[in-house]
């Protein structure tokens, strides 16, 4: 148990609202991210963060954006949301020692 | 190209008898590290184990090991003795670059494998 939560565990929401993801971790690492799970595709990377206020973007990033104002918060943003992110969403932190990323619990998005 | 292919979409094994996931990868940066995650129908993802390029011996954590081929770029998990809980959807994942001060572990995964274990 990595100490991280995700919320909201389940949404539902429509075409054009704008989503936030919240992951929270208890264990004060510097390194978070964000993926994405479509069947068919396996994980991949929306945005990480290498610290406060220290983001980038990684594979699948378009219509995401985040911010980490507090080392222990990731957010992940929807702006506009489309069907097409519907989606499984991921947060991970990394650990040094041992070199691994662990995931939280999974938040499930469905957009109508 | 794919960086990290399983070429497995599904595989079946009887309980108690040892299986092979495959995992092949794509990196033309010497240091990079290998892992294998499992994902069962309740959905988490779970951590099993990690190889670095560097490092000279196989990995082993518990029933899994990892076959770490490097001229041939494959990274196999094995699975003893399987289990009726095996039974779930396996991912191979690869960091690029040296871990240091200030890099990141950015991962690309597989697909996946979806193992079944048979009683």
């Known amino acids: 148990d990595a100490g991280i939560t995700q919320s909201p565990r389940h949404k539902v929401t429509e075409t054009g609202t704008p989503v936030t993801l919240r992951c929270h971790q208890t264990?004060?690492?510097?390194?978070m991210y964000w993926y994405r799970q479509d069947p068919g595709h396996g994980l991949r990377l929306i945005h990480y963060s290498y610290g406060v206020k220290d983001t980038d973007k990684g594979e699948v990033s378009d219509g995401y954006s985040v911010s980490r104002s507090k080392t222990e918060d990731f957010l992940l943003t929807l702006e506009s949301a489309t069907s097409s992110q519907t989606s499984v969403y991921f947060c991970?932190?990394?650990?040094?020692?041992?070199?691994?990323?662990?995931f939280g619990p999974g938040t499930r998005l469905l957009v109508l | 190209a794919q960086k990290i292919t399983q070429t497995q979409p599904g595989m079946f094994v009887q309980e108690k008898e040892a299986v092979t996931l495959d995992c092949t990868y794509d990196?033309?940066?010497?240091?990079?590290?290998l892992f294998w995650y499992k994902q069962p129908s309740s959905g988490e993802m779970i951590f099993l184990i990690y190889?670095?390029?560097?490092?000279?011996q196989n990995a082993t954590e518990g029933r899994y090991s990892l076959n770490f081929q490097k001229a041939r770029k494959s990274a196999n998990l094995v699975i003893s003795a399987s289990q009726l809980g095996d039974s779930a959807m396996y991912f191979c994942?690869?960091?690029?670059?040296?871990?240091?001060?200030?890099?990141?572990?950015?991962?690309?995964f597989g697909k996946g494998t979806l193992l079944t274990v048979n009683p």
């Open positions: 991970a932190i990394a650990r040094e020692r041992p070199e691994t990323q662990y």
């Open positions: 990196t033309s940066d010497p240091s990079y590290g």
């Open positions: 264990e004060n690492h510097r390194y």
């Open positions: 994942a690869m960091r690029e670059g040296a871990v240091s001060g200030g890099s990141n572990y950015k991962l690309t």
């Open positions: 190889q670095g390029s560097y490092d000279q």
